[in-house]
T-cell receptor
């Protein structure tokens, strides 16, 4: 079965703290894609990153970084020096070639000033 | 470049009625996917269309249906509405070919069933 587990329902941090959002996935596909999306209060899901299953390189984009470990089926997301504007619900998802995505339940991040 | 446009943004229906939601994808995108988001079940895949053909379907009853037109615009329909159908319905578009599986989401249509 395909499944994404985001065990952290809600996280609260103070601005400038680093925070890591955990994601563990299950899939039967040999080729798959992993994603992180951000959902601000407006409701629109904003794409953050895509990672192919055969590319385990970690990635850094500004204050954001992602750690993909196929051996543990994890794709964790770290925000460095968090800001109030980072407050949102973050979703991890696993998908296949035909755009069938399985989303985790989301982690609500509260960044307090 | 215009994003994914969903209409209507908000609507209220009563049990037993039907509803049609519309989605206009990003220009050049041929794949449109639909998701239902509820507080209890989270984001759940409904179906995906590519070049007017349904390629994938989630585990929803037959009351949920969709279609895609030649211009890639898509509609989804829910018949015989139930209270549990109250949700945010999100549409996403992508190029839809192989690795270009990056989904771009619209702001959603929030359906309330009374």
């Amino acid at each position: 079965a395909q499944k994404v587990t985001q065990a952290q329902t809600e996280i609260s941090v103070v601005e400038k703290e680093d925070v890591t959002l955990d994601c563990v996935y299950e899939t039967r596909d040999t080729t798959y894609y992993l994603f992180w999306y951000k959902q601000p209060p407006s409701g629109e899901l904003v794409f953050l990153i895509r990672r192919n299953s055969f590319d385990e390189q970690n990635e850094i984009s500004g204050r954001y970084s992602w750690n993909f470990q196929k051996s543990t089926s994890s794709f964790n997301f770290t925000i460095t020096a968090s800001q109030v504007v980072d407050s949102a619900v973050y979703f991890c998802a696993v998908g296949n070639n035909f755009n069938k995505f399985y989303f985790g339940s989301g982690t609500k991040l509260n960044v307090k000033p | 470049k215009a994003g994914v446009t969903q209409t209507p943004r908000y609507l209220i229906k009563t049990r037993g009625q039907q509803v049609t939601l519309s989605c206009s994808p990003i220009s050049g995108h041929r794949s449109v996917s639909w998701y239902q988001q509820t507080p209890g079940q989270g984001l759940q895949f409904l179906f995906e269309y590519f070049s007017e053909t349904q390629r994938n379907k989630g585990n929803f009853p037959g009351r949920f249906s969709g279609r895609q037109f030649s211009n890639s615009r898509s509609e989804m329909n829910v018949s015989t509405l139930e209270l549990g159908d109250s949700a945010l319905y999100l549409c996403a578009s992508s190029l839809g070919q192989g690795e270009e599986g990056e989904l771009f989401f619209g702001e959603g249509s929030r359906l309330t069933v009374l």
